[in-house]
């Protein structure tokens, strides 16, 4: 035999080592409640917290809209006395005229006496 190592493995007869396979430890796996009790308070008040400000929000936004509904009452009723004001103005206008009021004077018996006139300035 020759100082040949690929001779020599082939000379030799292979061996298979096989070792029993050792049981490994098993690794305790530590189970925990899913949720732990500050995971829970953290998220009730988190959810109490939302509720609050959703509530606040929701409050707020229906004292505007209530706000803005009175707004547009006094807006309509604002609206109807300027109407009727300007329809008392015209009303007045109309009857105020020197003709109308001359023709009442003479229904009414009144004479134009020119030493008796007295002037009186509008406002």
């Given at each position: 035999m020759?100082?040949?190592v690929a001779y020599k493995t082939n000379a030799e007869p292979k061996r298979?080592?096989?070792e029993a396979p050792q049981p490994q430890p098993k690794k305790e796996i530590l189970k925990r409640g899913k949720i732990t009790l500050g995971?829970?308070?953290?998220v009730s008040i988190f959810v109490v917290v939302i509720a609050v400000f959703a509530f606040k929000i929701i409050s707020v936004q229906a004292q505007i809209y209530s706000v803005n509904q009175?707004?547009?009452?006094q807006q309509t009723n604002v609206d109807k006395q300027v109407k009727a004001n300007e329809d008392l103005s015209s009303e007045?206008?109309?009857l105020?005229?020197?003709e109308r009021v001359w023709q009442k004077a003479?229904?009414?018996?009144?004479?134009l006496d020119p030493d008796n006139v007295k002037v009186v300035e509008g406002k």
């Open positions: 020759s100082n040949n298979v080592h096989r995971e829970k308070l953290i009175g707004i547009q009452e007045v206008a109309d105020s005229r020197y003479k229904e009414l018996g009144l004479k």
